[in-house]
């Protein structure tokens, strides 16, 4: 398997900086989620790794060799992409067979590699179908073989599931994962959905306009987000965020006055510390509280604020409240 390095990576399109200074470390059979909107330069890493793009400056050493400038074709890595890209007048083994044969490989070679994919895929009995004749879900489990056949060094997946629906969806993150455990691969994934990367990533990896924002397992990303971007980004819905001045008082400590509705609320000690500790006294702040943490009351009591309700959003095993905090 491979361990991936990124160095100091830029990738501009005329004007445009797809990608900014980019350094990032991909251990040895991680499962990385590159994860962020649009148009944030993930695909365009993905690409760079892979050897479908070249960056304009750093470095890719994959286990340790430079192969920035090397092709595609020499980098012993899987690419599956978004659209399956299956060729249509192949059956299902003829596509699975069609990078083997091009490496060189006959007859029971190509034929046992096929069956153990097939089986782990669980795709064995429409091997003789072709493109047409198959659902979403096992196009892109056909694609999925025809990587896996190679024994890659690593496995790139851009988006992979993006076009199915939403039962299908979940049903192949499940056995994305699974896949992952059983074969051990280094696995670099991207997508828009928060919730397919913090599913299925070891690591997690947002980025946000070319730039990296922060990089961590998903409990890390979740609980302690590096700023207001990942904050916001992170969640469903995402934090909220409310100005504030955090106050001294000698027989309460820090208190937290919030400006939009002149209240003082009291704080976690472990918050208390940290604003002393980073001298945030009197310093305007932003207080983010994730939606989970708010509590609705119908009568005031203490560490409360007054709101007026917006709009409320059933989602069937919960609600979604939308309140308004003073203008």
Same mark, same amino acid.
């Given at each position: 398997?491979?361990?991936?390095?990124?160095?100091?990576?830029?990738?501009?399109?005329?004007?445009?900086?797809?990608?900014?200074?980019?350094?990032?470390?991909?251990?040895?059979?991680?499962?990385?989620?590159?994860?962020?909107?649009?148009?944030?330069?993930?695909?365009?890493?993905?690409?760079?790794?892979?050897?479908? =793009? /070249?960056?304009?400056? %750093?470095? *890719? &050493?994959?286990?340790?060799?430079?192969?920035?400038?090397?092709?595609?074709?020499?980098?012993?890595?899987?690419?599956?992409?978004?659209?399956?890209?299956?060729?249509?007048?192949?059956?299902?083994?003829?596509?699975?067979?069609f990078p083997l044969r091009t490496q060189g490989f006959k007859g029971n070679k190509v034929d046992?590699?096929?069956?153990?994919?097939? =089986? /782990?895929?669980?795709? %064995?009995? *429409? &091997?003789?179908?072709?493109p047409r004749e198959l659902a979403g879900g096992d196009m892109q489990r056909v694609a999925l073989g025809r990587a896996l056949v190679r024994r890659p060094k690593a496995f790139l997946l851009d988006e992979p599931i993006g076009t199915l629906d939403a039962k299908f969806r979940e049903e192949m993150r499940t056995e994305l994962k699974k896949l992952h455990i059983d074969i051990g691969a280094t696995t670099v994934y991207v997508t828009h959905d928060q919730v397919e990367a913090m599913s299925m990533g070891d690591k997690v990896v947002i980025m946000n306009m070319g730039f990296l924002q922060q990089v961590g397992t998903p409990q890390e990303i979740y609980h302690n987000p590096a700023n207001l971007f990942v904050a916001n980004f992170i969640g469903s819905p995402?934090?909220?965020?409310?100005?504030?001045?955090?106050?001294?008082?000698?027989?309460?400590?820090?208190?937290?006055?919030?400006?939009?509705?002149?209240?003082?609320?009291?704080?976690?000690?472990?918050?208390?510390k940290l604003i002393l500790q980073k001298e945030k006294v009197d310093i305007e702040l932003i207080l983010g509280i994730r939606p989970e943490d708010v509590t609705i009351e119908f009568k005031e009591f203490e560490n409360c604020i007054n709101t007026e309700v917006y709009v409320i959003e059933t989602l069937g095993a919960y609600n979604i409240i939308d309140v308004k905090v003073g203008n």
């Open positions: 398997m491979a361990e991936i390095i990124l160095e100091n990576i830029v990738k501009r399109f005329g004007s445009l900086v797809a990608v900014n200074h980019l350094d990032l470390v991909i251990k040895d059979r991680e499962f990385v989620v590159l994860l962020g909107p649009s148009g944030c330069g993930k695909t365009t890493t993905l690409r760079m790794i892979s050897g479908l =793009e /070249l960056p304009d400056e %750093g470095k *890719i &050493l994959l286990d340790g060799v430079d192969v920035t400038m090397k092709r595609a074709s020499r980098r012993d890595i899987a690419f599956v992409f978004q659209l399956y890209a299956l060729y249509p007048h192949m059956t299902v083994y003829e596509n699975m067979a046992m590699e096929i069956k153990q994919a097939a =089986e /782990l895929l669980r795709i %064995g009995h *429409i &091997l003789n179908k072709r995402g934090m909220n965020f409310i100005d504030c001045v955090p106050l001294k008082d000698e027989s309460t400590g820090v208190s937290i006055k919030l400006t939009a509705v002149n209240r003082v609320i009291k704080i976690p000690e472990n918050l208390q």
